[in-house]
């Protein structure tokens, strides 16, 4: 019984394009990059200095040289939250939760990474944050920072991180304190006190409001008095009488039965009888 066998005859030459192939697909693979929407890179030129400071990549395919490495990070507005451990200016321990938005600058993106790492919020922007916070809190009491300055500390706390922040190739935008954490029993006085002091101002503006109401009817009283007095002093008899007559011919044109005698009441007045 014969064996059949198969040959197969590749060519000695394919498996080096196969190899050459590869290569060139693992090549092409390594020096392409597509950089996202709101994002920017630099390149880290592993044989010349490190972080090419000269030039920032923007969206889009980028092809770079196979040694090098293409570092990509975001360059729009971002935001971080953070609870932090701050004391007021009597010393009280108050937590407070903040969000800040910040953004990378684009053209110095080569730059803030050289000097501050990529992690650069939590070796920058952390440590600003932290201390600016800590600075204008520790000027205001519980109470301020519990009500009414919660505008004034945002804006106090930006300033100061812009401040230190300056030079350093990263824009804080924005400051937002979203709470302000005090203990349990300042937080209950502080409440107390807010709402008697409401109640007061509650209380103030009733009494004010009555004042003013009695004052009014005081006025209108005395303004009816003086018109009476004044209508009083005018109605001289003749004036009556001559009301009195004006009044009888009027009745006289009436259809209604009735009996009008001329002057037979007092001060020469008429007197009606008769029924309507």
């Known amino acids: ?7 197969f005859n ?18 092409f693979s390594k020096s392409t990059v597509t950089i996202g929407p709101g994002e920017g890179g630099v390149i880290f030129e592993t044989l010349g200095d490190g972080i090419n400071t000269e030039k920032s990549y923007g969206e ?50 080569g730059s803030l990474i050289k000097t501050k790492g990529e992690d650069y919020e939590r070796e920058l922007l952390d440590p600003a944050v932290n201390a600016a916070a800590r600075s204008v809190v520790g000027r205001y009491t519980p109470e301020q920072l519990y ?40 937080r209950i006085a502080i409440e107390t006190k807010l709402k008697q002091e409401q109640e007061s101002l509650e209380y103030e503006f009733r009494l004010s409001k009555a004042k003013k109401e009695a004052e009014r009817q005081k006025i209108d009283a005395e303004g009816k008095a003086i018109a009476n007095k004044i209508l009083s002093e005018s109605l001289t008899d003749k004036i009556l009488q001559e009301k009195g007559i ?27 009888l008769g029924n309507q």
């Open 60 to 109: 889009g395919f980028h092809i770079v040289a196979p040694w090098n490495r293409m570092i990509v990070r975001k360059v729009r507005q971002q935001s971080i939250s953070d609870e932090m451990n701050v004391l007021s200016v009597n010393g009280l321990e108050v937590k407070v939760n903040g969000t800040i938005w910040y953004e990378p600058e684009f053209e110095n993106l």
């Open 147 to 186: 009500s009414s300055k919660r505008d004034v500390i945002e804006q106090e706390i930006l300033d100061e991180v812009q401040l230190v922040l300056k030079d350093q190739y990263l824009t804080v935008k924005r400051v937002l304190v979203e709470d302000v954490k005090l203990p349990s029993t300042i």
């Open 10 to 27: 590749f060519p000695k030459g394919g498996v080096f394009f196969i190899i050459i192939a590869i290569a060139v697909i693992i090549l």
């Open 246 to 272: 004006e009044a009888t011919i009027q009745l006289s044109k009436s259809p209604n039965s009735k009996v009008v005698v001329i002057g037979s009441g007092k001060s020469g007045m008429p007197i009606i």
């Open 1 to 7: 019984m014969a064996n059949n066998q198969m040959d």
